[in-house]
């Protein structure tokens, strides 16, 4: 089962990576498009600054979801290198927790103003604002699972090591 789990994590990361990468790239030729549209021709078009806004909206948040990895934070953790294995398990639980809980908890009033923002419109590309912001409760849903399963991992085998590994093998 565990097995299951990490091949479909793999999928879902490179799929992913392929979203990023290709969202990356059509900022990018909307970007020369918007360069070229003013500096060439001196008449800019409106929606290449919009596209390349909403484009980067759902890089940074998909790739927060489902690329970026736990060990890949910028991290304090003077005090959690500084006690032994028994403390760093409650801290890392409880942090763990702590993230999970308030994104869960902030996800329905969070939706809630999605969903509101379909009768507003983008200004040039007339795209609801709801699918612009949708983006947004899918990276609270994906951190609040993962985080969750990272408290469940930590409680059954011990806290992370400075790499910000957990090691399933090892009883804490």
């Given at each position: 089962m565990a097995n299951l789990l990490e091949r479909a994590g793999t999928w879902i990361t490179r799929i992913a990576e392929g979203l990023c990468g290709a969202a990356l790239g059509a900022m990018f030729v909307t970007f020369l498009l918007q360069v070229y549209s003013r500096y060439v021709m001196a008449q800019p078009f409106g929606w290449t600054l919009e596209l390349c806004l909403t484009l980067w909206i759902w890089i940074v948040f998909l790739g927060c979801a489902f690329i970026v990895r736990d060990r890949?934070?910028?991290?304090?953790?003077?005090?959690?290198?500084?006690?032994?294995?028994?403390?760093?398990?409650?801290?890392?639980?409880?942090?763990?927790?702590?993230?999970?809980?308030?994104?869960?908890?902030?996800?329905?009033?969070?939706?809630?103003?999605?969903?509101?923002?379909?009768?507003?419109?983008?200004?040039?590309?007339?795209?609801?604002l709801r699918t612009v912001f949708s983006v947004y409760a899918i990276f609270m849903a994906v951190v609040a699972l993962r985080y969750a399963w990272r408290a469940w991992q930590v409680m059954r085998h011990g806290p992370p090591d400075e790499e910000g590994a957990i090691h399933v093998g090892e009883q804490g």
């Amino acid at each position: 089962m565990a097995n299951l789990l990490e091949r479909a994590g793999t999928w879902i990361t490179r799929i992913a990576e392929g979203l990023c990468g290709a969202a990356l790239g059509a900022m990018f030729v909307t970007f020369l498009l918007q360069v070229y549209s003013r500096y060439v021709m001196a008449q800019p078009f409106g929606w290449t600054l919009e596209l390349c806004l909403t484009l980067w909206i759902w890089i940074v948040f998909l790739g927060c979801a489902f690329i970026v990895r736990d060990r890949d934070h910028v991290k304090f953790d003077i005090l959690y290198l500084a006690v032994p294995r028994g403390p760093r398990r409650v801290f890392a639980a409880v942090s763990a927790l702590a993230i999970a809980v308030g994104l869960a908890v902030s996800f329905w009033p969070t939706w809630d103003w999605i969903d509101f923002m379909k009768i507003r419109r983008s200004a040039t590309l007339r795209i609801p604002l709801r699918t612009v912001f949708s983006v947004y409760a899918i990276f609270m849903a994906v951190v609040a699972l993962r985080y969750a399963w990272r408290a469940w991992q930590v409680m059954r085998h011990g806290p992370p090591d400075e790499e910000g590994a957990i090691h399933v093998g090892e009883q804490g």
